[in-house]
């Protein structure tokens, strides 16, 4: 069992950053492929990025390519999102999402889910 714990988020103004913290319980947690996924009003959940157990392999959604980063502290169970030169559309609720195996962009894959942080980006 894993249980997972957003935090990072808030109001910014376009163009600027912020960076999100998942942390997680469980000793296994360093086994586990976490993605970030984003919700905005009215509109379905969203795949933005997924990083490897042991951060090797990285994905990110098109629209998150070059201004996201997705990095992992096993030590500390933590896995982050480096939000830079966010837009309005970025503006969603996030969400950080656990499983074993590979990565994978599709919600239905992962098994354990956080709370979510709202990020706010004004324009």
């Known amino acids: 069992q894993v249980q997972l714990v957003e935090s990072g988020g808030g109001l910014v103004q376009a163009g600027g950053s912020l960076r999100l913290s998942c942390a997680a319980s469980?000793?296994?947690?360093?086994?586990?492929?976490v993605g970030w996924f984003r919700q905005a009003p009215g509109k379905e959940r969203d795949f933005v990025a997924t990083?490897?157990?042991?951060?090797?392999?990285?994905y990110y959604a098109d629209s998150v390519k070059g201004r996201f980063t997705i990095s992992r502290d096993n030590a500390k169970n933590t896995v982050y999102l480096q939000m830079n030169s966010l837009k309005p559309e970025d503006t969603a609720v996030y969400y950080c999402?656990?499983?074993?195996?590979?990565?994978?962009?599709?919600?239905?894959?992962?098994?354990?889910w956080g709370q979510g942080t709202q990020v706010t980006v004004s324009s």
């Open positions: 469980g000793r296994t947690f360093r086994s586990y492929v």
């Open positions: 990083i490897s157990w042991n951060g090797v392999i990285t």
């Open positions: 999402a656990a499983k074993y195996g590979s990565t994978s962009n599709l919600g239905y894959d992962y098994d354990y």
